[in-house]
Nanobody
Framework: QVQLVESGGGLVQAGGSLRLSCTAS????????MGWFRQAPGKEREFVAA????????YYVDSVKGRFTIFRDNAKNTVYLQMNSLKPEDTAVYYC????????????????WGQGTQVTVSS
């Protein structure tokens, strides 16, 4: 099994940037597609972005296209989410997740989850 640990969250002003990191244990990181999700208070967990095993295919939710970038470094067992032009509505706890099969947009399709990191964007 895989353990995932997120880092990089914080408090920023609207228009600012953050880079989230998710580091995985084990030596089979490249066997998993990786995704980022977020959850705001009182709302369901929302898909944000996903990247395939090789890093060659990506998918974003419409609300972050052009602002967020997902990428991975398999040699470091790490997936990143670069967030630019942040908006207050981006405020949430952000989670990374691993999928044994294929990158997907549904939370139920992922097999392993990190503990989450808080992102707060002020007006």
């Amino acid at each position: 099994q895989v353990q995932l640990v997120e880092s990089g969250g914080g408090l920023v002003q609207a228009g600012g940037s953050l880079r989230l990191s998710c580091t995985a244990s084990g030596r089979t990181f490249s066997s998993y597609a990786m995704g980022w999700f977020r959850q705001a208070p009182g709302k369901e967990r929302e898909f944000v972005a996903a990247v395939s095993r090789s890093g060659g295919n990506i998918y974003y939710v419409d609300s972050v296209k052009g602002r967020f970038t997902i990428f991975r470094d398999n040699a470091k067992n790490t997936v990143y989410l670069q967030m630019n032009s942040l908006k207050p509505e981006d405020t949430a706890v952000y989670y990374c997740a691993a999928n044994r099969n294929y990158y997907a947009t549904g939370a139920s399709e992922y097999d392993y989850w990190g503990q989450g990191t808080q992102v707060t964007v002020s007006s």
